[in-house]
């Protein structure tokens, strides 16, 4: 009686996950920034960056199974650290100009996933599209900007025990921030070409 009873509960339980409706995810995120920006620091100084920070940040989403391979995702993500400054000021005034700018990344993100199981495996792919905002610290002087930003990426879930996984996932960014230049000539500001990459604990439901 109690053989059967607990080869019941197994069958009950991988028959919940095999229906899963949903998931949520948190992890830790690396993000390679890829900031533009041009400013002027009072008539003594400007800065600009057309390089790439190395941020360090987290990333959480939510996932709801629309259709059995496709889901609709809430995506959002947080990276913290600082980005290369090309620093052009007067010697006499500004002697040590700083090399770098401290800045925070963030993005909030929505979009279809599809994904399919494949034992404890399961793959995926997504297409998110929603708002990326940007702050930046140089030398006293701050700068903030939101804007559209789009996302296409991947990556897998390993299924270790239970309702619970180990995700790995990878994702472009594009975002196009700081358009408005201070400096007095018009051109057109690239899109900036972020990657993100992420890994941490999915619970699924």
């Known amino acids: 009686m109690l053989r059967g009873t607990s080869i019941l509960v197994l069958l009950f339980s991988a028959s919940l996950y095999a229906q899963s409706t949903g998931n949520v995810y948190v992890g830790y995120s690396f993000v390679s920034n890829d900031l533009h920006i041009d ?8 800065y600009s960056s057309n390089g790439r920070g190395n941020l360090n940040g987290w990333n959480f989403s939510g996932e709801l199974r629309a259709f059995r391979w496709i889901g609709i995702v809430a995506d959002f993500g947080g990276a913290y650290g600082s980005d290369p400054i090309n620093f052009l000021a007067n010697p ?11 800045t925070r990344f963030c993005t909030f993100l929505f979009g279809p996933r599809v994904s399919v199981q494949i034992g404890k495996v399961r ?21 903030h900007d939101r804007n559209l930003a789009t996302a296409v990426g991947g990556g897998l879930d390993y299924r270790f025990l ?44």
């Open 39 to 46: 400013r002027f620091l009072g008539e003594d100084a400007a």
């Open 123 to 143: 793959p995926f792919a997504e297409v998110l599209a929603g708002v990326a905002s940007q702050h930046l610290s140089v030398a006293g002087d701050s700068e």
């Open 162 to 205: 239970g309702v619970f996984a180990w995700r790995l996932q990878a994702d472009y960014v594009a975002t196009r921030l700081f358009k408005d230049t201070s400096f007095p000539v018009q051109y057109t500001i690239p899109v900036q070409h972020n990657v993100r990459v992420s890994t941490g604990l999915v619970l699924r439901f």
């Open 92 to 102: 006499l005034l500004r002697p040590n100009p700083p090399k770098t700018g401290s």
